[in-house]
């Protein structure tokens, strides 16, 4: 399930439909997206504003098994980062261009003529959320 633009506050309910007795429960409501392992034993859910691990047995509260997601830290390398971005949008364009002659455009010095601006792209990174 994806919830859709705005649905932050509703969020969708997660349902459990049994074959053999033809009855749907709902096991747990105010999701905003979830994911069944591949064993159908654990959940991993969003919802509102908050994100756990539990079993997939019974009704499932928010808040049961939640991960504190304020402790985490991700340390970015911007510099890095621009190339990889620059390098792989470069290689994209390169393997997937609708003319397999990209207009008569030598790409590869397409690549070199930008490739020189990268060092001066900013160095700070800013990351809402």
Not at 1 to 14: D, H, I, Y
Request: hydrophobic share 35%; glycine share 10%.
């Amino acid at each position: 399930m994806m919830a859709g633009p705005g649905s932050e506050g509703r969020g969708g309910k997660l349902h459990h439909f049994d074959l053999k007795t033809r009855k749907d429960e709902v096991i747990m409501e105010g999701l905003n997206n979830y994911l069944i392992s591949a064993d159908k034993k654990k959940l991993l859910y969003a919802a509102q504003n908050t994100w756990g691990i539990t079993n997939l047995s019974g009704k499932i509260q928010v808040g049961q098994g939640k991960i504190n997601v304020d402790s985490i830290e991700v340390k970015i390398n911007p510099a890095e980062e621009w190339k990889q971005i620059f390098y792989e949008a470069w290689r994209i364009n390169r393997d997937y261009f609708y003319d397999p002659h990209m207009h008569g455009c030598d790409w590869l010095a397409m690549k070199k003529k930008y490739e020189k601006f990268l060092p001066d792209l900013p160095a700070v990174m800013t990351l809402t959320g």
